[in-house]
């Protein structure tokens, strides 16, 4: 069958760019030697990508879209989707694992002729580790990827990605096509998620680590506030206040996510498998001299030591199910931000000829960090209290040379008619003390809460 031809056009004088993309992506941090500085935008989407625990829901974002869609069908078995009358959805099967869900989606693009930067942008949604675990699942979304018409890369001239020669005509139309997301799924509930309150979870959590059941967990609460500016806006204040490997911004008729991430969920390159556990924080001091006693703390600090130690041992246990070859290159490091210190480490490994980029998300879910440990009994716990939806997931994207970059959705926040909602959690161990915890949950969200 004839892949779909997508040529990429620089030369777009004639087309009309948003003030506002869809889809942004970057990196303006380079303070370790983990991370450089790059970015992507996506202005314009061809096709939406709607994950369920169902169905892969495709739905057309212009008339470009429509045409990558009807050419789709010929190629892969869509349905009519059973309630967005727009789309053409993907049957999941029962009981599917992780790994074949997401090699399912990574599939789509094996459909196509394009080049290295055409691929999957968007979010994997928290929950996707219930299906790991052979939970419930809610009736939300398990992410939501786009697939870019009109986009650029570091910065370099817009370019815009088109048909060719696909049924005999070349299709070159763009215009965006108005679509209600009425009955796709419920926004607002995405947005909010749902959370336990706090201080009981803190002592169910300390319950579950004094009878040995677990050594950690991370539990979350939601913090929403009403605001007025608009979500670019925030996401550009982000970005200038505060430095960090993982900026991002996404847009789904009128339900958006901003966030400035410091944690990278996983990043694959030429079988090159990187990720970078992130624990341990302290708020940043007024002078240099309060910083460097910070940091000092910090790196004293037997708690810290503790949680990023148990983030290491989670995380090779992890690549060693879909890797070889598995290093810890560095134990422990100081990164700086804006607001506060974090402790983070850095491992890698070779991703086994056997296994697929599915594999290696699989494995990962989640970090410990934003999870506790074991990561599957903490997790177990976790979905009992919380339904956190973006919170937690991973931003990034898939490319057509199997280039993967995620980074975990934390000091983030999703905005929905007017309300921002935020959600902050802290990992609790033995160690844990209550004034100390409440602490750092004030450090880690005064940045969204500042620019919010």
């Known amino acids: ?9 620089v030369d777009l004088k004639s087309l009309s760019i948003p003030m506002a993309p869809v889809y942004a992506f970057e990196s303006n941090y380079c303070f370790t030697s983990k991370y450089s500085c790059w970015q992507r935008v996506i202005y314009r989407a061809s096709v939406t990508i709607l994950l369920f625990s169902d169905r892969i829901a495709l739905v057309p974002c212009t008339r470009e879209g429509t045409g990558i869609i009807d050419a789709l069908k010929k190629m892969i078995d869509l349905k009519d989707d059973r309630r967005i009358v727009s789309a053409q959805s993907l049957i999941v099967r029962k009981y599917i694992s992780v790994s074949d869900y997401v090699d399912q989606i990574t599939y789509l693009l094996e459909n196509f002729e394009a080049d290295a930067d055409f691929g999957l942008y968007g979010f994997f949604s928290y929950e996707l580790i219930n299906m790991k675990l052979g939970m419930e699942i809610p009736d939300l979304p398990l992410g939501i990827f786009y697939l870019p018409e009109v986009m650029s890369v570091n910065r ?84 200038s206040q505060n430095l960090a490997p993982y900026n991002f911004y996404i847009s789904y008729y009128g339900f958006d996510v901003v966030g400035s991430s410091p944690a990278m969920f996983i990043r694959i390159k030429s079988n090159f498998v990187e990720s970078s556990p992130i624990c341990g924080t302290i708020a940043r001091g007024k002078t240099d001299e309060e910083d460097f006693s910070k940091t000092k703390r910090l790196l004293e600090s037997e708690k810290d030591d503790y949680e990023l130690s148990q983030c290491i041992r989670c995380d090779m246990e992890a690549k060693k199910i879909s890797c070889d070859r598995v290093t810890l290159v560095r134990g422990k490091e100081i990164e700086k931000f804006t607001n506060v210190f974090h402790t983070s480490a850095h491992i890698t490994g070779l991703l086994r000829s056997d296994k697929t980029i599915g594999n290696v998300i699989e494995d990962h879910l989640w970090p410990s960090t934003i999870v506790g440990s074991p990561v599957a009994t903490a997790a177990r716990l976790i979905a009992e209290n919380e339904v956190r939806n973006w919170y937690g997931g991973a931003f990034g994207y898939i490319l057509m040379n199997n280039k993967v970059d995620f980074g975990t959705m934390i000091r983030c926040a999703a905005l929905y008619k007017g309300v921002a909602t935020t959600r902050v959690g802290s990992t609790i161990t033995k160690y844990s003390k209550p004034q100390l915890e409440s602490d750092e949950l004030r450090a880690k969200a005064s940045l969204i809460l500042g620019v919010l």
């Open 1 to 9: 069958m004839k892949k779909i031809n997508l040529e990429r056009t």
């Open 156 to 239: 370099d001239p817009v370019f815009q990605y088109s048909m060719q020669g696909h049924g005999g005509a070349d299709v070159k139309i763009s215009e965006p096509i108005i679509l209600s997301h009425e009955g796709s799924f419920d926004l607002q509930k995405f947005s909010k998620g749902e959370s336990g309150v706090y201080e009981q979870l803190y002592d169910l959590s300390q319950n579950n680590i004094s009878s040995r059941k677990i050594k950690s967990l991370n539990p979350s609460f939601p913090i929403s506030k009403e605001i007025k500016i608009n979500s670019y806006t925030i996401y550009e204040k982000l970005k």
